[in-house]
Structure formats: structure tokens, C-alpha cells
């Protein structure tokens, strides 16, 4: 039962769990695991006191010796004020090692969580790919167009001679036929090159 008191202590939550993994550990667990033994030791204490003053005042009852009833008091007011201190002692450390933050300020006083989440970025490629006639085959560039850019869009350039776009990272060939969703796609179509929103418009943030 104490074993477990002691466990008890040292498993007590002092404050929350850091934010950042790469924080020091935590070097006043050992101290806290003294603490707990030392509390455990003051439990013992105190309920070894009471058996024995007990015992001795109902001895000093039976017997009508007054000088067992005294010593059962003297014993019992020892052993508390040992307890207390030792109790006091341990309490101390325990406070010490958590650095004080227990729950005991209000919730608008104690020291908030601050959690930093960090935005991916919109592209991780730096250049524009293109499919152009000669290089590549027409249904191949049909096929990009129709990916690349909203159905109705698609179904007007279908037949463009080339398509030039920005891949949203992190692949960044011609194989990927998503465009970062804040850059322009553009087509050539009627003897000139048109700029047209790509099918993933609404993901851009800007």
C-alpha cells in the first residue's frame, strides 16, 4: 500500500507536456520519487504512533499505571511532531520539483499552451514545365489541359499546341499535372498565349 502511495506521488502531473519535442528532459522526476518516499515515511510514521499510543493507554487503563498513559502521550507527541516535519520537508521538495506549477492559480493566471503550427509551403518548385507540340503527342497534352484546368476551361483548349504551368510541389516535372493553385496556367490558343486559372483556384490562400 505505501509502495503505492510513493508511485502515486512521483506520478503526479506538474505541469503540461511541452510543445517542443526537442525540450530537455525532465531532471527532478529522481527528486520527486525522494519526495514521495519521504511523504510514504511520514504516513508510516503517524500510523505507527497511533498503534503504539493506543496500546499504551489501554495498557495504562488495565494496569492503572499513569506513568504508560504519559509515556503513551509523550511517544504520540513525539512521533507527530517528527511526522509533521518530516511531512513538511517532503512537501517542500515535491513543490520544489514541480517549480511550483500546480493548478492551484486560476485558469486565466496559469501560463498558457502555446502550440506553433507551421503552413506548408504553397510550392516547393521554382520553375514553370510545358507541353508543347513536336515534344509531345497531342493526347497527351489533351490529357494534361483536362487535369490541369476546370471541365469547362479544358473543354475550350483541348486542342492548344501547348500548355505551360507551375506543378504544386513536391514533384515538379511535367508528370504532374497539378498546378500550384496561385499561379496561372497558360495555353496557346488563337495564335497567342492565354492565361487561365488552374482547376485548384480556390485552394490558393493569398
Not at 20 to 32: E, F, H, I, V
Not at 115 to 127: D, G, Q, Y
Request: contains cysteine; glycine residues 10%; charged residues 15%.
Amino acid at each position: 500500500m505505501f509502495e503505492g502511495i510513493a508511485t502515486g506521488f512521483s506520478q503526479l502531473p506538474l505541469a503540461p507536456e511541452p510543445v517542443n519535442p526537442d525540450q530537455s528532459p525532465d531532471y527532478l522526476a529522481g527528486l520527486r520519487d525522494f519526495a514521495g518516499q519521504f511523504l510514504t515515511g511520514c504516513i508510516v510514521l503517524v500510523v505507527i504512533s497511533a498503534i503504539v499510543s493506543v496500546t499504551l493507554f489501554v495498557i495504562g487503563k488495565m494496569t492503572a499505571l499513569s506513568n504508560a498513559q504519559a509515556k503513551s502521550l509523550m511517544w504520540s507527541g513525539r512521533v507527530f511532531l517528527g511526522a509533521a516535519i518530516i511531512g513538511s520537508v517532503g512537501g517542500l521538495i515535491f513543490w520544489g520539483s514541480g517549480l511550483g506549477k500546480f493548478n492551484l492559480m486560476p485558469a486565466g493566471a496559469q501560463q498558457p499552451t502555446v502550440e506553433i503550427t507551421k503552413k506548408p509551403a504553397k510550392s516547393t518548385c521554382a520553375s514553370r514545365v510545358e507541353l508543347g507540340a513536336g515534344l509531345f503527342n497531342q493526347d497527351d497534352i489533351a490529357g494534361a489541359v483536362k487535369s490541369l484546368l476546370s471541365d469547362e476551361d479544358s473543354e475550350k483548349y483541348k486542342n492548344t499546341g501547348s500548355v505551360i504551368w507551375l506543378p504544386k510541389g513536391p514533384q515538379c516535372t511535367s508528370e504532374n499535372h497539378v498546378a500550384d493553385p496561385c499561379s496561372k496556367v497558360e495555353v496557346y490558343a488563337g495564335g497567342s498565349q492565354i492565361e487561365v486559372a488552374p482547376r485548384n483556384t480556390s485552394e490558393c490562400k493569398n
